[in-house]
Antibody, heavy 118, light 107 residues
């Protein structure tokens, strides 16, 4: 069974940093691209970032480019999101997801809440 | 950036009826890279359809997807009580973007 467990969320002040982790199990992690998607409370889904299986291809939404960094450790079956210079606009649930057929996101974690507030 | 516009924003129907949800892209999307998701309150999204028309594992046959180019549709035949949720389309042609969602509510 595929399992994705996010951690690292919490309350942080504007301008500070936070690092999210996503621990994966139940599949061959280094065969798949991984993704981060966020959802502000009561709002829709917003793609944040993608990383290929070997980290050669990485992409970011314009809203986080230059502030967020995605990375992965295939030995640890984990993907990370380093978030710097956080603003209140970054307050959201952050989900990690796994690549499926035709680049779809076929498995999702339950999310971790990041609240940016003074 | 490819912008996806879903309509209607809210759809009010009764169990047993058919739901038709639309997703329009600002530029052509390769149909292989169009997906649909269902999300219920407090839950992560669930993949329903990928490649515009292929049901994901375990998705009932009452869910179907169609379309090409800039216009895509998710159809749910004979609505069940558990189908009332929010639905999102997603394009994966140019990185990724989601539509703003259609809320399917009980009439």
């Amino acid at each position: 069974e595929v399992k994705l467990v996010e951690s690292g969320g919490g309350l942080v002040q504007p301008g500070r940093s936070l690092r999210l982790s996503c621990a994966a199990s139940g599949f061959t992690f280094d065969n798949y691209a991984m993704f981060w998607v966020r959802q502000a409370p009561g709002k829709g889904l917003e793609w944040v970032s993608s990383i290929s299986w070997n980290s050669d291809s990485i992409g970011y939404a314009d809203s986080v480019k230059g502030r967020f960094t995605i990375s992965r450790d295939n030995a640890q079956n984990s993907v990370y999101l380093q978030m710097n210079s956080l603003t209140t606009e970054d307050t959201a649930f952050y989900f990690c997801a796994k690549e499926g057929m035709a680049r779809s996101y076929d498995s999702w974690g339950q999310g971790t809440l990041v609240t940016v507030s003074s | 950036e490819i912008v996806l516009t879903q309509s209607p924003a809210t759809l009010s129907l009764s169990p047993g009826e058919r739901a038709t949800l639309s997703c329009r892209a600002s530029q052509s999307v390769h149909s292989t890279y169009l997906a649909w998701y269902q999300q219920k309150p407090g839950q992560a999204p669930r993949l329903l359809i990928y490649d515009a028309s292929i049901r994901a594992n375990g998705i009932p046959a009452r869910f179907s997807g169609s379309g090409s180019g800039t216009d895509f549709t998710l159809t749910i035949n004979s609505l069940e009580p558990e189908d009332f949720a929010v639905y999102y389309c997603q394009q994966l042609s140019d990185w990724c973007s989601f539509g703003q969602g259609t809320k399917l509510e009980i009439k």
